[in-house]
Structure formats: structure tokens, C-alpha cells
């Protein structure tokens, strides 16, 4: 049997062509994403300043938090800036990439003007659309993969440099083709971005060869801290950052990669505040919960931060996860 993929992100024609209004021909475009960026966040917004200087603008990319070294290998990597760099209500219009919720655009936000004028560019199912244009597609693996579909119906060609972005980000956001995002449309996706251009294996040895000793041991030290609850369905690792904030995006793949286990957490200690990550499998949903912490994310990987005491944290997390878990699975078991 061909299995066929059933999602589909379609642009509607008036939708890029409002993107091509609204970003086009301009001076002055910021382009951002949420704070601490990820591959996805960081690539997008490299490919969007790519496809907008084809659109003849002049856009800066400008973050609240500076992209890991990790992704220096990207084309226009050094054109990020911090918004050290730019005075209060420098821009009045906005592509912002990848992000939920406006405030998580963290210390850019001062730098919009009155009423701004938004595009907002996403795929997380969440997404408060706070645009003036929302392109929002849950389906879309990827927030690189809308941005593909973006240019190609506005007829873009797609540079060599903004298919290697743009491959990044979707790359990331499946996990390197292994997340349940994957299927025939994602991959169709990657196999026309390599077609312009973008090299599958130097990517991918970028991404995932492209450790730090430091960062390695840091791997180690998150492992050697897994713990696993609810009958070993529920693990946990917790872990100090770096001051740096450049660290694996997977680590906590190695908890998810333990047999049996359904639901698992990343505590990542950085000074006072404390980032969590969530990832889900198969029936178990993890974006409630982030919520119920007032974060978010996908139903499979989700997160927070908080100044919550670490202790009573990690108790409420362990209830939360196995609690779902437990939800989870005695539906499906009562429906056999
Ligand atoms: P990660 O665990 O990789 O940091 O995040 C997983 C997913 O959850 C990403 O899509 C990310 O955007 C989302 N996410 C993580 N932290 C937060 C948060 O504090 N608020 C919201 N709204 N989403 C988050
Ligand atoms: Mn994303």
C-alpha cells in the first residue's frame, strides 16, 4: 500500500502574493524569531532574509537572543544582530518566524513601532495569531518547510544559499527525518531543497558532528542523570547549561530513546531559571501540559522556563507526564 502523506501546506495565491505586499520593496524589515532560537528559528529566518532581498527589501535579521555557534555554518550567519544594535521602534514592519506568542520574541519587541506591521509565520498549533498576515500551518513539519511553499507560489527561485537554510531548519525540526513529522510531503520537501542546492550531508554533519568537548561532556553528564518513573515509562535528565547557551538541541532524544519509555523531560539548570523541555510519543500529548506551566509548544515536543524551587518542579513534572500517560493509554486500552 502507498503511504501517502495526508498533510499538505497550501498557500493561497492572495496569501503570498499579501507576503510580497506587505515585506517587498523595503528598506527597513525586521526579521525575528523567538528567544532562545532553534535550528528551525535560526535557519527560517536566514532563508526569509534570503527570499527577501530577492523580494528587493533590505530586511536585518535582529534577535533578542544570539543563535548558537552551532549554526555558524550557515550563509549570512554573521548578518544576525542582537537588539543591543538598534534603538526603540526602529522598525515598522515585521516577519517573525517560528513564534507562538508575540512577548516570546523576547527584547525585540521595543523595537517595533506603533502598530507594526506584522507577518506572522508559523507552524505551532498555538500560535495566537497576532499578525496582520497569519500564515500559520500546523501541519507544516517545519517552519522552513511554509517558507519553501511561500517562495515557490510567489514563483522565487531558490538560491543555493537559501535552500541550505531552509533544509536546516526543516532538517532540525524532524529530527534529522526521524520525528513522527516525517512522512512522504516532508521529505518531498528536502528532496527539492537539495535540488536547489542544499547538501544533505554537509548538513547534516554540521548538525550533528559539530560538538563541543564541552558540549559532549555536558551529553554525558544529562545521561548519567536519567531517572525513569511510572514503570519506566516516564524518564527524566537534568542538566547545568553552559553559560554560552550552545548545547546539542537532541539531548533529550537519548531519554526519549529508552525502550518503553512514552513521555520524557529535560531539566536544563541555567542560573535562576530553569528550562524545561518536553517530548511525547505516539498517543501521549505534551503541549498541555508545557501549557499548564505557561509554555508551549507541539503535541510531541513541547517546553518552558520557569523560576519554580527544582525540587517541587521535577515532582510536579513526574506527576504531570505520568498522569498523561496514564490518560493515554487507558483510552486506547479501553477501546481494544
Ligand atoms: P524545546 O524543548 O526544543 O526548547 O522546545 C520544543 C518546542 O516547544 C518548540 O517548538 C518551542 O518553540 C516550544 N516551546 C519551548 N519553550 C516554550 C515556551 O516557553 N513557550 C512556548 N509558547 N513554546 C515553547
Ligand atoms: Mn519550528
Sequence with gaps: MINQAKRQVKI????????????????????TTHISPDGDAVASCL?????????NSNPTCCFSDLPPDRYDFLPDFDKIISTDHRSAES???????????LPRIGKVERLLGQDPIIVNLDHHEDNEWFGRLNLIFP?????????????????IQISEPVATCLYTG???????????????RSL????????????AHQIAT??????????????????ASLELHAGGQVALMTVASPPNGDEAEDIIDYALSVRGVRAVALIRLRDSQIRVSLRGRDLVNVAGIARQFGGGGHPKAAGFTTEDDVTTLRAKIIDALSREVETRYADADSKD
Design 12 to 31: 493561497a495565491k492572495k496569501q503570498a502574493d499579501k507576503f510580497a505586499a506587505l515585506l517587498g520593496n523595503r528598506q527597513n524589515v525586521l526579521i
Design 139 to 155: 501541519e507544516a513539519a517545519s517552519t522552513s518547510e511554509i517558507l519553501f511553499e511561500v517562495a515557490k507560489a510567489l514563483k
Design 206 to 223: 554540521s548538525i550533528y558532528s559539530n560538538n563541543s568537548p564541552a558540549n559532549l561532556k555536558m551529553i554525558g553528564e544529562a545521561i
Design 47 to 55: 532563508g526569509a532574509y534570503g527570499l527577501l532581498r530577492s523580494l
Design 170 to 184: 526543516h532538517f532540525s525540526d524532524t529530527g534529522g527525518f526521524r520525528y513522527s513529522n516525517t512522512d512522504s
Design 91 to 101: 522598525f515598522k514592519t515585521a516577519l517573525i518566524l517560528d513564534c507562538g506568542k
Design 188 to 199: 518531498a520537501v528536502a528532496a527539492e531543497l537539495a535540488a536547489c542546492g542544499a547538501n
